[in-house]
């Protein structure tokens, strides 16, 4: 993997929640190639697995764990099956998360002929469980694994925290409200634990990717036959770059706030890597 810049991370723990998808997945391969051990942490155990072989082929370290990110006892046995493996966390990456057709509407304004039609969802139709089950997958699979991991970071100034967010925490996107909101507490939770933690020497901080294209939201993205959908066009015609970004430009980002020689005093940012999507009014 081609690196944007090589910070002198050898030797530190990394944990990452979520670890198999495309996004974290790259951020793994990309801190393993730092000489970081790296923990691949996601409820999909055999595709963890498969991500750390990956790496070990290269000749970098890695291990595939199973782990529920909402389920604390589930994160205490990843935790024992981490230290046993590596030791204690320096470096924990907070990326599960995700949205879920339960708590989506089908109308991006309130519509009348959605909200009386028995096939079609609107704001009145959404499932409480499905937006309970978004929010926690994203807020509360932040919250649990920092519980978790956390502790191995107290006696170790130079430990860091990065969380995920999204553009969708500045600016809600139309349709998704339960995975907006839950962004947004995202964002306020990393500035909240950034105060928190400073004084032990633990800066936390979060990336606030704006669009890019990955298994989870391919069918939002693509039609069947491959063309961009007419939501794709909206969120391109959006973005003054014009594309979808891919997921090795996270990376420089990445690497600059988890090395503490690069940001050891930036703490409780919110970055935005968009393609200027948050800058533009649309006139």
Request: hydrophobic letters at 45%.
């Amino acid at each position: 993997m081609k690196l944007p810049f090589k910070p002198n991370l050898s030797g530190k723990v990394a944990v990452i929640t979520g670890g198999a998808g495309i996004l974290c997945s790259t951020f793994a391969k990309a801190l393993a190639a730092c000489d970081v051990k790296v923990a691949i942490l996601d409820l999909y155990e055999d595709k963890a697995k498969e991500i750390a072989a990956e790496i070990t082929e290269e000749g970098f370290t890695a291990i595939g764990v199973k782990a529920n990110v909402l389920d604390r006892e589930d994160l205490e046995k990843a935790h024992k099956i981490v230290l046993k493996a590596f030791g204690k966390c320096d470096i924990l990456v907070n990326g599960a998360g995700g949205n879920n057709n339960r708590a989506t509407t089908d109308d991006e304004f309130f519509d009348r002929d959605v909200f009386q039609s028995t096939e079609k969802k609107s704001f009145f139709d959404l499932d409480p469980e499905g937006v309970a089950f978004v929010f926690g997958l994203n807020f509360t699979g932040t919250l649990l694994p920092t519980q978790v991991f956390a502790k191995d970071m107290l006696d170790n100034p130079g430990a860091v925290i990065l969380n995920i967010s999204s553009m969708n925490a500045f600016t809600p996107l139309t349709k998704i409200p339960a995975y907006s909101a839950a962004k947004a507490a995202v964002s306020n939770f990393t500035r909240w634990l950034a105060v928190y933690f400073a004084k032990m020497g633990i800066r936390v901080n979060a990336m606030a990717p704006g669009f890019f294209s990955t298994t989870q939201n391919k069918s939002l993205l693509w039609n069947s036959d491959g063309t961009p959908t007419a939501r794709s066009h909206k969120i391109l015609n959006h973005t003054p770059m014009g594309r979808f970004g891919e997921p090795e430009e996270l990376l420089g980002t990445l690497l600059w706030l988890v090395d503490n020689e690069s940001s050891g005093f930036v703490t409780g940012t919110v970055i935005p890597i968009d393609g200027g999507f948050s800058a533009y009014s649309g006139v």
